[in-house]
T-cell receptor
Framework: NAGVTQTPKFRVLKTGQSMTLLCAQD?????MYWYRQDPGMGLRLIHY???????AKGEVPDGYNVSRLKKQNFLLGLESAAPSQTSVYFC?????????FGPGTRLTVT | EDKVVQSPLSLVVHEGDTVTLNCSYE??????LLWYKQEKKAPTFLFML????IEKKSGRLSSILDKKELFSILNITATQTGDSAVYLC???????????FGPGTRLSVLP
C-alpha cells in the first residue's frame, strides 16, 4: 500500500516550458487535491476533484490545468511555466475530512 | 475572502515546556477545522474539529474549537524534540471540498 505518490520529485524548467505532474493514490479515495506551498504562506489549493471525471478550481488555479481521467490519478499541468510557479507542489487524497498527502514535488522555473 | 490566521508564526521552547498554538478563521459556511503536523515533507493529520467546546486529545496533544469566536487552539504538553515541526491549521468550507490553510506555526523544541 503505497498511499499517495507523486512524480517527479524534483524538476527544473525554463520559462515557457510545459510539464505534467502526476499524482497516484491506491486508497480508492474519491477526493483528490493539488496544493502549492511557498515559504510563509502555508498550503494553497490549486485545483481539486470530487470524483473521476470531475475537477474544480481552488484558491490559485491560474496557470494550471488538471485532469482526473482515472479515479486513482490526478494530473497537474503547467502549459507555459513562469518563475512565479516555483514552489513545492503537494498532492493529497481523501474520502472525507482527512487528507493524505504525497511527498511533494519541488519545481524550479528559471 | 476566506482567511485563516495562525499565531505565533514561530516559537522556540525547551523540552518539557507546554505550548499553545492559535488559529483564527473567517470562512463562509464553516464545516470543519483541521490540524496537521508537517515535519520535513508531507503534512500528517492530527485532529478534526466540528463542534465548539469539545476537546480532542491524543497523547500530549489536545485541541478545542470555539465557533462563536472563530478560533481554535492546539496544546502540546511536556514538549519533546520530536514535536519540532510546522503545525498547520486548515478550515473546510461547505463549498465543495475547499480547504483553506493558514501559514503555519514553526515550533522548535530545544533539548
Amino acid at each position: 500500500n503505497a498511499g499517495v505518490t507523486q512524480t517527479p520529485k524534483f524538476r527544473v524548467l525554463k520559462t515557457g516550458q510545459s510539464m505534467t505532474l502526476l499524482c497516484a493514490q491506491d486508497m480508492n479515495h474519491e477526493y483528490m487535491y493539488w496544493y502549492r506551498q511557498d515559504p510563509g504562506m502555508g498550503l494553497r489549493l490549486i485545483h481539486y476533484s470530487v470524483g473521476e471525471g470531475t475537477t474544480a478550481k481552488g484558491e490559485v488555479p491560474d496557470g494550471y490545468n488538471v485532469s482526473r481521467l482515472k479515479k486513482q490519478n490526478f494530473l497537474l499541468g503547467l502549459e507555459s511555466a513562469a518563475p512565479s510557479q516555483t514552489s513545492v507542489y503537494f498532492c493529497a487524497s481523501g474520502d472525507s475530512y482527512e487528507q493524505y498527502f504525497g511527498p511533494g514535488t519541488r519545481l524550479t522555473v528559471t | 475572502e476566506d482567511k485563516v490566521v495562525q499565531s505565533p508564526l514561530s516559537l522556540v521552547v525547551h523540552e518539557g515546556d507546554t505550548v499553545t498554538l492559535n488559529c483564527s478563521y473567517e470562512v463562509t459556511n464553516f464545516r470543519s477545522l483541521l490540524w496537521y503536523k508537517q515535519e520535513k515533507k508531507a503534512p500528517t493529520f492530527l485532529f478534526m474539529l466540528t463542534s465548539s467546546g469539545i476537546e480532542k486529545k491524543s497523547g500530549r496533544l489536545s485541541s478545542i474549537l470555539d465557533k462563536k469566536e472563530l478560533f481554535s487552539i492546539l496544546n502540546i504538553t511536556a514538549t519533546q524534540t520530536g514535536d519540532s515541526a510546522v503545525y498547520l491549521c486548515a478550515v473546510e468550507s461547505n463549498y465543495g471540498q475547499n480547504f483553506v490553510f493558514g501559514p503555519g506555526t514553526r515550533l522548535s523544541v530545544l533539548p
